[in-house]
């Protein structure tokens, strides 16, 4: 199936406005003399005016954009209610006012002059910074409308992302990729890719198919988007998910290799510098997991469908009983949350894997804060009853140091989704 024309339009119809908003608000910033505290104070209720009305346009183009993809796609699926616009203006999508995140505009001026910047310069730094911030509060502001209102459908069990060619690496080997309707938007600043609704994946273009993507470039630009080394990979054959992941994350560990076929022996770049035979670059390729079979969308390592194979896995026995406490299998769990479209933000068992590092550091972070070292997380584990052993000095200390790290993880948006930092404020972080 072809890319939604409903999609389209409405990507078309959103980047006609963020253009506007930006240009309105630069405009604004750029009358403002180099005492920037001052020009800040002229124009700041016009700034927030303006950013909320390009919010409030944005939100207004979005609240048809579900029913129309479904319409066209002939999908079914009812909505549980009406979206309220007027919620979605409340606050940022970072759960900040949106006055909080646009008074930082004359500091960042401020650390320019102090970085040694001329005034024009530290202004012109400032107006960068504040088409960044825009272009990314517009994109998040929408996207939070796609999602409640798809979350609000039992029947949609995710979504698949479509990309807004010219699109960075990482972007490019996340299209076409399906995601549970609970998994967050992973997104970096100024990325304007987007939801597509769906009880089932919906590919076919190069929007929703890196390797049409990918193919779609002249080979100048694919040495841009993965590198020299790694764009001849995956023009070689190699995976561009594989390619794409190690290229931004790094090699895996051997235990990681062993469990999930993780290259860690030779990047990409080694097996080009050193092996010259066009014969062995490929057989080492192949052998250190970059060539992992035919180049389908989707991959060949996991499957493109995680709702899929909970559905066809059932939900299983359902509960049983810790220490006279009845528990929810994880299992379980996640069968009820697909089926049903809704989801405790607390249960463990249908986070997402930023989500868990998250709710588990800040669970042994807890128990070492009593003096206690955890075996394991949650009420599955002896720990409720017996089995709690008493934890070392330095241990607290890693313990205090990895939910620090795993907190400022959850709040730098260019890493974490919006769903990670809602878990944050839950568990008061």
Known sequence: MATPQAAIRQYKRQQQITAATVSAVTRLWAKTGTDFSEGWRQ?????I?????GRAAAIHAAIPYTSEVLAETRQHSTPSGALVPAAFLEVAPNGYLVQDTLDRLPIVAKQAVAGGATGLEARAQASAWLSGVTLTMLADTRRDVFHTDMVQRPQLTGYVRMLNPPSCDRCVILAGKRFLWNQGFQRHPNCDCIHIPAS???AGDLTTDPYAYFNSL???GQNRLFGKHGAQAIRDGADIYR??????RGLGTASGNRRYGTPYRRTVEDIYTHDRARKFVIENLRYHGYITGPQTPGGNILGNDPAGRVLAAGRGRG???VGGQVVTTKRASTFDAVTSGQR?????STMTAAERRLYDAHYRAQWAEAGYRPN???ANSADRGLGLRPITPAEAARARETLQRQVAIAYDQAVSPDQVRELARLLGL
Request: no cysteine; proline share 3%; net charge neutral.
């Open 43 to 47: 124009i700041r209720a016009r700034a």
């Open 49 to 53: 005016e303006t950013m909320q009305l």
């Open 200 to 202: 089932e994946q919906v």
């Open 218 to 220: 002249d080979q100048a």
């Open 243 to 248: 390619v794409g992941n190690i290229r931004t």
């Open 319 to 321: 509960a049983y009983t």
């Open 344 to 348: 405790d933000p607390l249960n463990r």
């Open 376 to 378: 394991s997380v949650g």
